[in-house]
């Protein structure tokens, strides 16, 4: 069973750092996209940020500039490094991937951390 554990949110002033971890684990043969999406209330899901099998990252236009991911392939983890950082960031944070297991291709998601930018 696939599992992914998020750590790193916490409450934050505006103009500080923060930095999220997302571990996979679970029977897991391969991992090629891996993102970071983020929800504040009353609003939809978003991307924030994209890493591809190749390194090939993609960002919101909103944390360009600010945020960068990162993935370390032998520890099935993806990390978002973010500074900055402003109260409109804040949200809950998910990691999703989209990885091969015996049973194929799927993609998964954590159970979200929780970024709070306030002073």
């Known amino acids: 069973q696939v599992q992914l554990v998020e750590s790193g949110g916490g409450l934050v002033q505006p103009g500080g750092s923060l930095r999220l971890s997302c571990a996979a684990s679970g029977g897991i043969l391969r991992i090629k996209d891996m993102n970071w999406y983020r929800q504040s209330p009353g609003k939809p899901r978003e991307l924030v940020a994209q890493i591809t099998l190749d390194g090939h990252t993609n960002y919101a236009d909103s944390v360009k500039g600010r945020f960068t991911i990162s993935r370390d392939d032998a520890k099935n983890t993806v990390y978002l490094q ?15 991937v989209i990885l091969k297991m015996t049973t194929g291709w799927r993609d ?4 979200g951390t929780l970024v709070t930018v306030s002073s």
Do not use: R
């Open 108 to 111: 998964a998601w954590g159970q």
């Open 82 to 96: 973010m500074s900055s950082l402003k109260p409109e960031d804040t949200a809950v944070y998910y990691c999703n």
